[in-house]
C-alpha cells in the first residue's frame, strides 16, 4: 500500500507539475520573447517596392532579370521544354540527390563538355535547391567533416552567404576583394589576405558576376590566386550564380574554375538556374564536391544525401525536368544559348546607356566603373543615404550598400534613374 500511494503521490506531483506548465503557458505566449526579425536587405527592398503605389517606381534591387518593358521573362527554351514534358510527368519522389540527368549535364557546363573527372567519377554532385541550397549544404557538410574549420568569405559579398554560413555554424573570417577608390579589385590585399591564412583554409570565390561588386578577376589575376591556393593548400569554394551573365558565354564564365582545375585543385561548387535559365522559383541548382577518386565521390555524395534526408528529403522534380529537356537536347541547348546571350547583351547595353546619361547630365562624378564591372550589378558607390533619397523622392528601390541591379533598367526607365542618381550624388 505505502508503494501504491507513493506512486499516486508521484503522478499527483507529474499532473500538478504540467499542469503548472500547461496554466503558465496559455496564460501567457508560448512566443513571448521572439522579437520580429530584420528585414532581408535584399528581398525586403521588393516587399517596399511592391507596397509603393507610385507609378514612377523602379525596382532595381533584387538580381532578377527583366525584359526592356521591365517584365519578368520565360525563356523560350523553358516554354518548349515544358510543353515536351507536360502530360508526361508523374509525381513521384527524386532520389535524395536529385535528378541525375540533370545533375549530370550541370557538371558538364562546370568542368567542362569532355572533363576527364565527369569521365573518372570524381566528382560527388546532388542536385541543390539552387544555389543558396547549395552552399547550405556544402557548409553544413564543411561543420559535419571538418568542424574546426572556418570560411574566408569576400568583402563585401552576398548579404546571404554570411547567414549561411552563420546557421551552419562555421565562423567566418572576411578577406580584402574590392577597391573602394578604384571601384575595382583590390588584388594586392586579397592576396596578402591568401597568404596569411592559416595554411588549409577554406575559402568562398564568386566565379563570375562578382555579387554584388560586378568585380572580377581578370584571367591572369586568377592564375596567380589559384597558384596561391596551392602554395597554401587552400580550399576552393566557387559559388558560381550566374554563369552566362558575365560574357554571355557560359563557357567563357566557368574559365576560373577551369583554371583551379588545371591547376589540381580539389575543388566545391554552387551552380544554380535561377539566373541563366529565369528559374528563379523553381529553386533548381547543383551542388559538387571534387573527390580524390571515384570511392571517395561515392562516399562524399552518400553524405550530402544524408545532410538533405532530414531538411527536405529530396529536392522538387519540374525545375530539374526543364533543364534537363533543354541540356540534354542539342537544339533546345542551342537556343538556351542564344538567349543568355540575348539577356547579358541586355544588360551591356544598360550600363552604356546608364553611364552615357549621367555623363550627358553633365554629373561631375566618374561613371566608368558602370561599363568597367560586369554581370548583373553595378556597385554604384551610392552611400546609404543617398540611396535613401533616391527611394523616397523618386520611388526608386535599391540596395543600402549602392548596389543597382541592371537587369531592372529598361529603355524607358534608364533616363529617369540618371537623373535622379546624378540630383542624390551632385547635392551632398
Ligand atoms: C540577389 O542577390 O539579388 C539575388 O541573388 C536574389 C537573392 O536571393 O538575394
Known amino acids: 500500500m505505502a508503494g501504491f500511494g507513493k506512486a499516486m503521490a508521484c ?15 496559455s496564460s501567457s505566449s508560448w512566443w513571448q520573447s521572439v522579437e520580429p526579425a530584420p528585414k532581408d536587405p535584399i528581398l525586403g527592398v521588393t516587399e517596399a517596392f511592391l507596397a509603393d503605389p507610385s507609378p514612377d517606381k523602379v525596382n532595381v534591387g533584387v538580381g532578377a532579370y527583366r525584359d526592356d518593358n521591365g517584365k519578368p521573362v520565360v525563356l523560350q527554351c523553358v516554354r518548349e521544354a515544358e510543353r515536351r514534358i507536360a502530360g508526361n510527368l508523374n509525381m513521384e519522389y527524386l532520389p535524395m540527390g536529385g535528378s541525375v540527368k540533370m ?19 570524381r566528382i560527388a554532385a546532388v542536385q541543390s535547391l539552387s544555389g543558396t541550397g547549395a552552399c547550405r549544404l556544402f557548409a553544413d557538410f564543411q561543420k559535419r567533416f571538418r568542424p574546426d574549420s572556418q570560411i574566408h568569405i569576400p568583402v563585401p559579398t552576398w548579404a546571404n552567404h554570411h547567414n549561411i554560413w552563420r546557421d551552419a555554424q562555421v565562423p567566418q573570417r572576411t578577406y580584402h576583394y574590392y577597391h573602394p577608390e578604384s571601384k575595382g579589385l583590390d588584388f594586392s590585399a586579397l592576396m596578402d589576405d591568401i597568404k596569411n591564412a592559416p595554411n588549409g583554409s577554406f575559402f568562398l570565390l564568386h566565379a563570375c558576376a562578382h555579387n554584388p561588386t560586378g568585380v572580377d578577376p581578370s584571367e591572369e589575376q586568377w592564375r596567380e590566386i589559384s597558384h596561391q591556393f596551392k602554395v597554401k593548400g587552400h ?50 541548382g547543383c551542388l559538387s564536391v571534387l573527390c580524390e577518386d571515384e570511392k571517395q565521390a561515392v562516399a562524399v555524395k552518400s553524405q550530402l544525401q544524408q545532410l538533405a534526408r532530414p531538411m527536405y528529403s529530396n529536392p522538387p522534380v519540374h525545375g530539374a525536368l526543364v533543364v534537363s529537356t533543354i541540356l540534354g537536347d542539342p537544339e533546345l541547348k542551342k537556343l538556351w544559348l542564344k538567349e543568355v546571350k540575348v539577356m547579358a547583351d541586355r544588360i551591356i547595353g544598360m550600363r552604356s546607356a546608364l553611364r552615357e546619361n549621367l555623363e550627358k547630365l553633365g554629373s561631375p562624378l566618374s561613371w566608368k566603373h558602370i561599363t568597367d564591372q560586369i554581370g548583373m550589378f553595378c556597385y554604384s558607390g551610392m552611400t546609404p543615404e543617398q540611396v535613401d533619397r533616391l527611394t523616397k523622392e523618386f520611388h526608386i528601390y535599391m540596395t543600402r550598400n549602392g548596389r543597382i541591379s541592371m537587369a531592372g533598367i529598361t529603355t524607358g526607365n534608364v533616363g529617369y534613374l540618371a537623373n535622379a542618381i546624378n540630383e542624390v550624388t551632385s547635392s551632398a
Open 235 to 284: 580550399f576552393a569554394f566557387f559559388d558560381m550564380a550566374y554563369q552566362g551573365f558575365a560574357s554571355g558565354d557560359p563557357d567563357r564564365d566557368a574559365k576560373s574554375i577551369r583554371i583551379f582545375l588545371q591547376d589540381g585543385h580539389h575543388i566545391g561548387i554552387s551552380q544554380s538556374y535561377a539566373k541563366n535559365m529565369g528559374l528563379y522559383g523553381q529553386r533548381v
Open 103 to 121: 545533375v549530370e549535364e550541370t557538371l558538364k557546363l562546370a568542368y567542362g563538355e569532355n572533363s576527364e573527372f565527369i569521365k573518372d567519377k
Open 11 to 25: 503522478r499527483q506531483h507529474v499532473r500538478t507539475r504540467l499542469g503548472t506548465r500547461f496554466m503558465s503557458s
